[in-house]
């Protein structure tokens, strides 16, 4: 039977608490974190899907889990900014994890939607990384695209993280999914701290299967949708971006979202469905 296991540990390596493994594992962790700190899950077998929740203030997400274990790094300092002020407080950490039903990963979701993405190579999807961010800054990391928050009318700290390009017009966002899928519809909420801000009025999205969508984008502070037939992808680049005229010289991205399905229910899945 497959199982997992959570575990956090310092930034030795040393386990400072754990929990039996099982389909569906919870921890209550009643220490103050300390920098350093992580949270790891240990999966027995690697390509699965899991909903993870390593921070009882913020969402359980649905991720895919391409190694046998992951880690989420404690925020401190910098990188802290970019989460609720409640956040990783306190001495009492309620951690969970489990297994995702069949029902789960076969259903029609963002599939970019991952608020525990960090940088590098995390072993979990989604991810989104690029080629610049703003100064090097959390608050203008890739990450922050796709962490399910929407507000947009200021930039900087929680809740007004994005993606920014530092002026750079050949930016570009990547957003790899693991695995294959089938995306049928974007969805982009601009940064809307206007007159601060630019936008953009236009982008390309090149797909993993060699194809290519141009996008038309106003200054709209709501999400932006464009549908299309499915394609079935391992990734997508979010890049070619049209600044519009104006005096400004910072458009940013505050969420992308890629809707649609798993492009096949993985096989223990489907004998799961059949059960």
Request: with cysteine; charged share 20%.
């Amino acid at each position: 039977m497959e199982t997992i296991k959570l575990k956090v540990l310092d930034e030795a390596g040393h386990t400072l608490m754990t929990c039996p493994a099982g389909r569906q594992v919870s921890l209550v962790y009643t220490a103050a974190y300390q920098p350093g700190d992580r949270v790891a899950l240990e999966i027995r077998t690697p390509g699965r899907f899991c909903v993870i929740q390593f921070e009882d203030t913020m969402p359980p997400a649905l991720v895919y889990v391409q190694k046998r274990e992951i880690n989420f790094h404690i925020p401190f300092g910098e990188q802290a900014i970019t989460y609720s002020p409640k956040s990783f407080t306190g001495t009492r950490h309620v951690i969970r994890a489990r297994l995702a039903t069949a029902e789960e990963v076969g259903s029609r979701r963002n599939l970019a939607f991952n608020p525990y993405d960090e940088h590098g190579d995390t072993g979990f999807f989604p991810h989104a990384s690029a080629n610049v961010e703003t100064r090097g800054e959390a608050v203008f990391a890739a990450r922050n695209a796709i962490d399910g928050i929407f507000e947009n009318s200021a930039h900087g700290e929680y809740p007004y993280q994005s993606w920014g390009i530092n002026r750079d017009p050949n930016a570009a966002l990547t957003l790899a999914f693991g695995r294959t899928v089938a995306v049928d519809e974007l969805r982009l909420t601009l940064r809307g701290d206007y007159p601060h801000d630019n936008y953009w009025t236009g982008a390309t999205v090149a797909f993993s299967d060699g194809s290519t969508l141009t996008l038309s984008l106003t200054d709209s502070p709501l999400p932006q949708v464009t549908r299309f037939q499915p394609k079935t992808v391992e990734w997508l680049v979010l890049k070619d971006l049209i600044q519009a005229e104006g005096p400004s010289p910072f458009p940013a991205l505050t969420q992308i979202e890629a809707w649609g399905t798993e492009a096949a229910l993985p096989e223990e899945l489907t004998h799961e469905t059949a059960l």
